[in-house]
């Protein structure tokens, strides 16, 4: 028999002793993704091809009361992707939460882009999701505890990016992947989403793409960049990755066991602006020129 409104439970956002997988977690939104599960009960697996930065997230989680595993990881490499699910499986004995988080990008118009460019675009952003999520599920079907799988997109995804064509196009193909496997593994229990965030504040907006991250050193904006930061997105500001970390975390837990193939923008609105700016006097226009 199926619960009610009349049978309603206390919601359930804990993660007690689960094992979440997350790729690039050794900084921005996918270390604030590894210590949000951490908040909630949840040990961490962090792959991330900066060691240091690896370490460094487990400790934290470590300081936070959970285990930690830190499997430094070039997830453009499916040998090494799938050692880490591995790894993850041998220490833990289970895995039961993936964050296919890793990826980068590279600002340059698509007809000065090389194939060798192209390839690694793929190779990190959508190839390394496809090895992660194959490997990961199967543990979870073993296991037949369930699951649940989140694909960190890009609001790229569903609009036109102009100079970053190749990652719009594979964070695209990660929406599609996502409502398919939805489909695919509802009959063993694990669910699979997508959040797509906009502009947010992480070491590599800030300049500190390499090494520990260390936010006194990160380069900061203008007043006049973050004028027009306010005025594009919605919300007044940019994006701050613990928000991403706190949607991972509802999209893992009980509360969202009804959901499975969404899309989730994380981006303070500016999907559903579609163009539509603010000008300096506070008024929303859609052809009007920001600066004015």
Not at 118 to 127: E, S, T
Not at 223 to 252: M, W
């Amino acid at each position: 028999m199926q619960q009610g409104a009349g049978d309603l439970k206390q919601p359930d956002i804990l993660l007690t002793d689960q094992v979440a997988v997350v790729t690039g977690g050794g900084g921005g939104i996918g270390r604030a993704i590894a210590l949000a599960y951490a908040s909630v009960g949840a040990h961490v697996v962090i792959g991330d091809i900066i060691p240091e930065r690896c370490e460094e997230t487990a400790a934290r989680v470590r300081e936070m009361g959970c285990q930690a595993l830190a499997v430094p990881t070039d997830v453009a490499d499916t040998n090494q992707v799938r050692a880490l699910i591995d790894n993850a499986d041998r220490h833990f004995k289970r895995i039961d939460i993936l964050v296919n988080n890793a990826g980068g990008v590279s600002r340059k118009p698509f007809i000065e882009q090389s194939e060798r460019s192209w390839r690694r675009h793929i190779d990190l952003n959508l190839v390394s999701m496809l090895a992660a999520t194959s490997a990961a599920a199967q543990v979870m079907i073993r296991d037949r505890r369930g699951g649940s799988i989140i694909n960190v997109s890009s609001i790229e995804a569903s609009r036109a990016a102009p100079n970053y064509a190749v990652y719009a196009a594979c964070k695209a193909g990660m929406l599609n992947f996502t409502r398919t496997m939805a489909l695919e593994l509802a009959e063993h229990g694990i669910r699979i989403n997508a959040i797509a965030p906009d502009y947010t504040v992480t070491p590599g907006v800030r300049g500190n793409h390499t090494g520990p991250v260390h936010p006194a050193s990160w380069i900061q904006p203008s007043a006049k960049q973050e004028d027009a930061t306010a005025r594009r997105i919605p919300l007044g500001r940019a994006g701050i990755d613990t928000e991403c970390g706190n949607v991972a975390v509802f999209l893992s837990s009980a509360m969202s066991s009804y959901v499975t193939g969404a899309v989730i923008p994380v981006d303070g609105g500016t999907w559903a602006s579609s163009g539509w700016v603010r000008d300096k006097a506070g008024r929303w226009s859609l052809m009007g020129d920001i600066d004015s």
